[in-house]
């Protein structure tokens, strides 16, 4: 164990410190969290103690902080809802959602010692924020009944969003429980504009805890925690049936996706700032190592908090002893002082959510998107629509498949330039870029900014064949190779088409600086016995070199071109 090795006794004071500033914001969140996965409050202290427990042992950051997360809770909740019965058995919900966290931690655990980190870089940036944005767009919907001290009962964002209205408009909301509720999402949002360093989240639920039971706010229909369940969970192993697995598999891997690129990103943020290195792998055998442990304990779920982290580190973390100190704090809160949970508003909890969605959403990236780049701008706004209207697993599938399409058509349709030589710069240069550029006779230098495979070979073949036939006078077609980073078969029966084609019209197809990999390839399909050896250049310099030498041509302008 890593932790046990590196320790310094000099950090304990500041861990512990540290440690209990954070189990203050833990347990409200906890459960908040847990409802919104559609699970008692209790267990979203079950599932904090053993994932924090979990990571330290087996997690290489020394900072980072695991628990519920506002991200996962629809993810989960879409998972186990479509098994429950109608108004299902609480039992069972967490039954399922401990089952669906021991799935989680064997895939994170399992792809985490195969070494594929990489699976983190399925979501790109785009959709990663279409995604964000669609979730925080649900989870607001989702709370605003609890927030007015009301319930609705519909599914789907736009029912959900008629069924808040209506609900509203009809006088159902609650006077006492939304002042309670607006009042606490003012307040958080308040104290993180303007005291940031101070517990928002503990403030509040104090204030409001404060005012239900001395004002007996109950007594006028706001609802509360009420009293927890006493004790430390017990180790239990979910009871679930064989035709209950396939979906929880699905949302298992969806999950997995979405934890991870979450830890990868906030792992990131915080390495850099502390100098340290963030180890892909490693980070998920903790982050399945902190499933496992929850899942065995009527737990669900869990991630890495960015919020928390750095609530942690403001506090002066130093380790993951941090984690320990907030797990056992909730153990004897668990153990000691259920009490006083009871007069906690639900009003409350459906605050907490909402302000952590919002600060889920990235309003101002959705805008950089749209000044910088239209198209992924439009990525992002197809996952956005994704999850709010077709819900959160179909959302992150969305997700994930647009991000891989995109990477899929640069490849398909890449960038393609002729290029020329400007004066006063060194090089060749696009010619759409310089349209006064410097040619020579009877040679055109060509780039295709991409690896040749099956999706593009047409493509490129094409164009090769459109720049022969455009100039009867050609000679010469240089490939710039560099940024072509492979070439598969189907590229390579394309290429020994072309060749001949060109060929019959003394037309010589020649490659500069192509990559020794990629050249390798050439030789093992045999295409030298096709295209020229002598017509791979280590340089586009020394093609063009070889061009003049072989015909004496002479750099001119475009419309002296002969």
Not at 484 to 494: L, N, P
Request: aromatic fraction near 8%; glycine fraction near 10%; include cysteine.
């Amino acid at each position: 164990m890593e932790l046990a090795r590196t320790y310094q006794r000099a950090w304990l004071p500041k861990d512990i410190v540290a440690g209990l500033v954070l189990s203050a914001l833990l347990v409200p969140q906890g459960m908040a969290y847990a409802q919104l996965a559609g699970l008692p409050p209790v267990t979203g202290l079950y599932t904090s103690i053993l994932c924090l427990l979990g990571y330290a042992v087996f997690g290489p950051s020394k900072v980072l902080v695991l628990g519920p997360d506002s991200s996962l809770g629809p993810m989960i909740a879409a998972t186990i809802a479509p098994l429950l019965l109608a108004n299902g058995d609480p039992a069972r919900a967490i039954a399922l959602a401990s089952m669906l966290a021991l799935m989680v931690g064997v895939v994170m655990t399992v792809a985490g010692l195969a070494r594929f980190g990489f699976v983190a870089d399925l979501l790109s940036k785009p959709t990663q924020i279409g995604y964000m944005n669609g979730l925080a767009l649900t989870i607001v919907i989702g709370q605003l009944a609890k927030l007015f001290g009301f319930s609705v009962d519909a599914e789907g964002l736009v029912e959900e969003v008629r069924e808040v209205a209506s609900g509203l408009a009809n006088g159902q909301a609650n006077l006492t429980a939304a002042i309670l509720g607006v009042g606490s999402l003012a307040g958080i949002l308040l104290l993180n504009r303007f005291m940031p360093k101070l517990p928002s989240v503990l403030i509040i639920v104090v204030l409001t805890s404060v005012l239900v039971g001395a004002f007996d706010l109950t007594s006028h229909d706001v609802d509360t925690v009420g009293v927890l369940p006493e004790g430390f969970p017990p180790f239990t192993i979910p009871d679930v049936t064989w035709g209950d697995l396939p979906p929880l598999v699905v949302g298992a891997f969806a999950i997995a996706v979405v934890a991870l690129a979450d830890t990868m990103s906030t792992a990131s943020a915080f390495a850099a700032r502390r100098g340290d290195r963030v180890r892909g792998n490693q980070e998920m055998v903790g982050i399945g190592a902190a499933n496992i442990a929850a899942g065995f304990f009527q737990g669900f779920p869990v991630s890495t908090s960015g919020s928390r982290t750095a609530v942690a580190e403001q506090a002066g973390s130093k380790s993951q002893v941090t984690g320990v100190v907030g797990a056992v704090t909730i153990t004897v809160v668990l153990v000691f002082a259920t009490g006083l949970m009871q007069y906690v508003p639900q009003p409350t909890l459906g605050a907490i959510v909402i302000a952590a969605a919002l600060s889920l959403a990235d309003i101002a990236g959705t805008r950089r998107l749209w000044r910088q780049r239209r198209t992924e701008f439009w990525l992002s706004i197809i996952a956005l629509l994704g999850v709010a209207l077709l819900g959160v697993l179909p959302g992150i599938l969305i997700a994930v498949g647009l991000s891989i399409l995109n990477v899929f058509r640069r490849a398909w349709w890449p960038h393609q330039a002729e290029l020329g030589r400007v004066e006063g710069i060194d090089g060749l240069h696009d010619t759409e870029s310089y349209p006064d550029a410097d040619l020579l006779p009877g040679l055109v230098v060509y780039r295709f900014d991409a690896p040749l495979i099956f999706a593009n070979a047409r493509m490129f073949g094409e164009k090769v064949r459109e720049l022969a036939e455009d100039d009867p006078d050609l000679r010469w077609i240089i490939v710039a190779a560099e940024p072509i980073t492979d070439v598969d078969t189907t590229a390579s029966d394309m290429l020994h088409e072309l060749d001949a084609w060109l060929n019959e019209r003394g037309v010589s197809l020649v490659f500069a600086e192509m990559k020794d990999p990629v050249r390798e390839k050439i030789e093992r399909y045999e295409l030298t016995r096709t295209i020229d050896p002598q017509h791979f250049l280590p340089t586009l310099d020394e093609a063009v070199e070889e061009y003049v030498r072989q015909t004496g041509a002479t750099w001119r302008r475009p419309e002296t071109k002969a």
